[in-house]
């Protein structure tokens, strides 16, 4: 069964900071990934994905996450944050064979200081 | 507009009693899936479903019920037997059998047990 490990469970940055979330991800197979995110009184909703082909994927707000197969890794980044991204970001996975199970980790806190 | 509606956005009930949450979306979708969400815990899948009149058990199905009897409506009943039932509920729906499949969610049902 396919799970996924967020282990910052609390992010603080100051505005302008570099940004990275970790998520990793068991399933020997083949996968897709997704980062959302949950701002504040709002519903979740997709930052990017990655089904296949490159695996550096560009999402919205300026947002990035690069899937390394080999440490089955799916990183969140932002090169300068903003107030304006503090929020709750989740990473998924849904495993090929099962298409339709999607699977959640745990998620960040990212607090931004303005 | 196409989407995902949940209702209702708060609910309380009274320990002892099922209630039931309702899920609408009018996107086509095939799939539909309910997560429970509480704080440092993330999403956890309780209940899915890829077609209509089936559905499989997530994570935690246990004091939960579900039914698919139209495409578009996926109800979850939270009973008696569901030993913690305070908590935060989404709905959410993806295409099936499209390698392009993403979850799109609901605002979200909140149920607190008085």
């Known amino acids: 069964a396919q799970s996924v490990s967020q282990h910052n469970h609390h992010v603080i940055l100051s505005e302008a900071a570099s940004l990275e979330l970790g998520c990793n991800y068991s399933?020997?197979?083949?996968?897709?990934l997704f980062w959302y995110v949950q701002y504040p009184g709002q519903h979740l909703q997709l930052l990017l994905k990655y089904f296949s082909g490159d695996p550096l994927v560009k999402g919205i707000k300026g947002f990035e996450a690069e899937f390394i197969k080999s440490k089955f890794s799916f990183n969140l980044r932002k090169p300068s944050v903003q107030w304006s991204d503090t929020a709750e970001y989740f990473c998924a996975v849904n495993a090929r064979s099962s298409a339709s199970k999607i699977i959640f980790g745990s998620g960040t806190r990212l607090s931004i200081r303005p | 507009d196409g989407g995902i509606t949940q209702s209702p956005k708060y609910l309380f009930r009274k320990e002892g009693q099922n209630v039931t949450l309702s899920c609408e979306q009018n996107?086509?979708?095939?799939?539909m899936y309910w997560y429970r969400q509480d704080p440092g815990q993330g999403l956890r899948l309780i209940y899915y479903?890829?077609?209509?009149?089936?559905?499989q058990k997530g994570d935690i199905a246990e004091g939960y019920s579900v039914s698919r009897e139209k495409k578009e409506s996926f109800p979850l009943t939270v009973t008696s037997a569901q030993k913690n039932p305070t908590a935060f509920y989404l709905c959410?729906?993806?295409?099936?059998?499209?390698?392009?499949?993403?979850?799109?969610f609901g605002q979200g049902t909140r149920l607190t047990v008085v």
């Open positions: 996107l086509n979708h095939d799939a």
């Open positions: 399933y020997g197979g083949t996968v897709n």
């Open positions: 479903s890829q077609i209509v009149n089936d559905f």
């Open positions: 959410a729906s993806s295409v099936f059998r499209d390698v392009n499949t993403e979850a799109f």
